[in-house]
């Protein structure tokens, strides 16, 4: 039985508090809370799932969206039609990044934040990010354009970073010869 998780709205305080690093291995009440993420996130990119749950599409989500402030990020990402990728990373650190940036050309979403926001999030074109799985394994992972947008929104979660804040308030929008737009 499926059942929607209950996300924070922007206006709650944990939204921007700084998450704690976690102890692994994972319990399984958060390894529990993975598989949660995982299912809503599938489903919520999947049309006929995202009318009968009334979802708001989204492809990652972090544990202070739920109320716990745990350095845990995850990402479902469509790699092709009907085809997903899950990502799970248990205290993520970004350790390396391009010089390009790009914006999403549409701008970001969050499932954090009920409302239309105008203006492009400049990001990273390509980062490089290491962590743990939920069994404890190191993992590193190399991310580009979209995938790479994601998981710098997801981490900025974790610092208590709205995508909002990234935008320039005198200047939102950019145009192809100052960013890459994606």
């Known amino acids: 039985m499926f059942k929607p998780l209950n996300i924070l709205d922007e206006k709650h305080k944990i939204l921007r508090q700084t998450s704690k690093e976690v102890m692994l291995p994972l319990s399984k009440e958060d390894k529990k809370t993975i598989d949660q993420i995982i299912k809503h996130l599938t489903y919520s990119q999947i049309e006929k799932y995202a009318e009968k749950y009334d979802l708001r599409p989204g ?15 995850v990402i479902v990402y469509e790699y092709e039609d009907g085809k997903f990728q899950n990502y799970v990373i248990v205290n ?3 350790i390396s990044h391009s010089e390009e940036k790009v914006a999403l050309e549409t701008g970001e979403g969050c499932l954090s ?24 394994e190191k993992i590193t992972i190399r991310a580009r354009e979209d995938l790479s947008v994601a998981f710098q929104h997801e981490v900025d979660h974790l610092d208590g970073i709205l995508f909002f804040d990234r935008i320039d308030k005198n200047k939102p929008f950019f145009n192809e010869n100052e960013i890459r737009l994606i």
């Open 113 to 136: 934040v009920n409302r239309e926001v105008e203006g492009h999030v400049p990001r990273y074109a390509r980062i490089t990010i290491t962590g743990y799985d939920p069994d404890g």
């Open 59 to 73: 492809m990652g989500l972090a544990f202070p969206q739920l109320g716990q402030l745990k350095r845990i990020i």
């Open 92 to 94: 993520p650190k970004i």
